[in-house]
């Protein structure tokens, strides 16, 4: 048990680094997050993502964002999903309140994995 | 468009205004029929309007198919999957490209190409096509092509200049509605469908005037029983062993509130028309969403056969394969129409190998269900169907609905792609046997709540697919399928998902495409007997399709891997549990292809 909260606390560490005072994303065992990168993870799922991008976000017919997370800045990636790549396939999301309302959390829990935090692409609720 | 009305009045009259018009429309039903006749053209998708793939050229057959070589290529320029075939009619050849759907005309003579279309589509449609920018293909009658574009847009061009002669909007491509399927020239009607199940669009089929483009009619697949151009008493459907009629608002009743109105039940398949009967056929898609806990009932009429008057549009019958959907088991593959004999009784057959993994032989002139069994014995979501009820008889550890949302359910046998999906089937009036390119992958299924939003995907699961455990380790197979008894006669393995149209010949022949790339020619009667094996520049989704010029005899095939097959493979990749199951299948085809879109022509030496 202990181990695994010094886990968690490191994580928590890293994910601090990535944005100035709140951390963007907690995760303990690597599938247990908080609530906002939950609702993360409900709009990944909730817009399909997983067709282009696959149910692990590794890339399929989109690529993979476990890749572009570490290039893109968060500005970069909120326009990708609100305008949309039409070209080359990419949807716009910005008529989908689902996913405009929830950018921050979709950011969040993309960027826990490709941040290699969050191991596995379904997460559950931690313990409160 | 109100064209149903419930009094014995109204079908009267339409049904003068049918007889009267008839003389007239045996007219243009005559030059397609003329350019099929004509062994020498491949004048529809299917060859015929049975859907049969069976070319009567025997020039290529058995005994020197081995030498075939390749005559000529052509590249589309696109770099997409590629599925259906060209059309060739008189010495011209018509080709067509997925999105941004370009038209070719070329003249079999000098391989040069005498005209060129490309409609202009908004690019907002590429990433509202569910499983890539496919287009499988043009229709041809009377000097005129039909395209139907990925935004909806049915066009028809002059066949001499590519000039536009009318063009019509289908759908609504900001609501999802956008198309994939190829049209179909029936009589004096182009038969065309809708794509969006993904995105909730309600399904229907439509038939418009091949003179001027205008609708003639539009049948719902789900909803009121006027809008599905249904007639509660003389629409039949299969009940307690016997045809009965559907009854009142039948669609209507197994949907919870409006749910039908964002149903699903679309209509992108290949359809086939018999002129004796004057029915055309096809099926439906899967109801929206995935998540079966979200929509109660057994969402009719999605996942069903239909029978049409092509004249009126209304429904001779229905049969519903998979009541209540809950592993996207679209019905919407091909009705091949043949004269066979099923259990000892000559009978005018539909035959239909439906994603389900099961095949069901019905009686096309009234509906009876015959034969149904499966035509993979991996599959496992149901044990059978009760013949009686023509239900299948699901079994529970497999029931998405059962276990819930939120939960995933593993080894769901066939996966969602189908045993088969949309790649044609052909038949064989000399082995009166059906030759079948099949997948041979299971899944794991999770579904979930979503919502419905105008012009958003609309799914409500989690999938991922891999090769059927305890068997070949390949992920398809082709084989031979006698649908009077229900049985395989023959199965050959394949290392990857057979996601071709099938095409057989009278020089004995059966030949398909294969994901890394190979046109294989096989022994029809023999189907392991590989005569012919080819290598073309990409993968193969595309049908199988044969001609003959100034004496000549070819076998063409597109290549350009893509479509579900292509992505379908990479789907839910489980890098940690899943070892080297769809991972490894994957990375293999990588190492076999890559994308581009051209048409390889095969032919004797001289």
């Known amino acids: 048990m202990i181990r695994k909260s010094m886990l968690a606390l490191l994580v928590c560490f890293a994910g601090a680094t990535a944005m100035a005072d709140e951390p963007l994303y907690k995760v303990v065992d690597g599938n247990k997050v908080d609530a906002n990168t939950l609702m993360g993870f409900r709009t990944w799922r909730q817009a399909a993502c997983d067709r282009c991008h696959g149910a692990n976000q590794e890339g399929m017919v989109g690529p993979s964002l476990i890749n572009s997370l570490k290039v893109l800045t968060k500005e970069q990636f909120v326009t990708a999903v609100r305008d949309g790549r039409l070209e080359k396939g990419m949807v716009s999301f910005a008529n989908s309140k689902a996913v405009m309302d929830n950018i921050d959390n979709l950011y969040a829990y993309l960027k826990g994995r490709s941040d290699g935090a969050i191991t596995s692409a379904k997460v559950v609720a931690m313990d409160p | ?606």
């Open chain 2, 1 to 606: 468009m109100r064209r149903v009305t419930r009094s014995s009045g109204g079908v009267v009259r339409r049904l003068g205004i049918a007889l009267l018009a008839l003389p007239a429309l045996a007219f243009a039903n005559a030059d397609v029929e003329k350019n099929i006749a004509n062994a020498k053209n491949w004048a529809m998708q299917a060859g015929d309007m049975f859907n049969q793939r069976y070319s009567r050229l025997n020039q290529i057959n058995t005994g020197n198919v081995g030498k075939m070589q390749v005559a000529w290529t052509f590249s589309t320029g696109v770099l997409r999957g590629h599925e259906g075939s060209p059309l060739v009619i008189d010495g011209m050849m018509y080709l067509h490209s997925p999105f941004p759907n370009k038209v070719f005309a070329i003249d079999l003579d000098t391989q040069k190409i005498v005209w060129k279309y490309e409609p202009r589509q908004d690019p907002a449609v590429i990433p509202q096509m569910c499983c890539d920018t496919v287009n499988r293909g043009l229709a041809y009658a009377e000097g005129k092509v039909v395209l139907q574009q990925a935004d909806s847009t049915l066009i028809a061009l002059d066949a001499k200049t590519g000039k536009l002669l009318w063009s019509t909007k289908n759908g609504d491509p900001k609501l999802g509605a956008v198309n994939t399927n190829a049209p179909h020239i029936f009589k004096d009607k182009v038969i065309t469908g809708i794509s969006g199940g993904e995105w909730g669009v309600r399904g229907f089929i439509a038939a418009y005037n091949l003179s001027d483009g205008k609708l003639a009619w539009k049948g719902y697949s789900v909803g009121p029983d006027a809008e599905m151009l249904m007639d509660p008493g003389k629409t039949m459907t299969w009940t307690n062993g016997a045809m009965a009629p559907v009854g009142k608002d039948s669609s209507l009743k197994t949907w919870k509130g409006d749910q039908w109105k964002t149903g699903g039940g679309t209509t992108w398949g290949w359809y086939s028309y018999d002129k004796a009967l004057n029915l055309m056929y096809y099926g439906t898609g899967n109801p929206s969403t995935w998540n079966p806990a979200q929509r109660p009932g057994d969402n009719k009429w999605s996942m069903t056969i239909f029978a049409r008057d092509v004249d009126t549009g209304m429904a001779k019958w229905v049969y519903q394969m998979t009541p209540y959907d809950e592993w996207d088991f679209d019905g919407i593959n091909e009705m091949i129409l043949a004269d066979i004999t099923v259990k000892g009784k000559p009978t005018k057959a539909l035959v239909h190998f439906d994603r389900n993994g099961f095949a069901y032989t019905m009686d096309r002139v009234t509906g009876a269900l015959l034969v149904a069994e499966k035509y993979d014995p991996v599959v496992n979501w149901a044990t059978g169907i009760d013949m009686k009820t023509g239900r299948p008889m699901t079994v529970a550890k497999y029931s998405t609905a059962r276990n819930g949302p939120d939960v995933n359910t593993k080894g769901i046998c066939p996966a969602a792609l189908g045993t088969k999906d949309q790649q044609p089937a052909a038949f064989d009036p000399e082995t009166k046997l059906f030759y079948v390119p099949t997948n041979h992958v299971c899944m794991d299924y999770e579904p979930f709540a979503v919502e419905y939003t105008a012009g958003q995907p609309y799914v409500g699961a989690t999938l991922s697919m891999y090769p059927a455990p305890n068997s070949h380790g390949g992920m398809g197979n082709y084989i031979t399928w006698d649908a009077g008894t229900g049985k395989i006669v023959q199965s050959k393995a394949e290392k990857f998902s057979v996601w071709s149209g099938a095409l057989n010949t009278a020089g004995g022949l059966s030949c398909y495409g294969t994901l890394e790339g190979f046109l294989k020619c096989v022994d029809k009667k023999d189907i392991n007997k590989e005569l012919f094996k080819f290598k073309t520049p990409s993968g193969i989704i595309g049908n199988v399709f044969s001609y003959e010029h100034k004496g000549k005899q070819y076998i063409g095939v597109f290549s350009g891997i893509g479509g579900w097959a292509g992505i379908g493979m990479a789907a839910g990749l489980e890098k940690d549990t899943d070892g080297l199951g769809a991972v490894g299948g994957y990375r293999e085809l990588n190492q076999y292809t890559e994308l581009g879109g051209s048409l390889t022509v095969f032919a004797l030496p001289n």
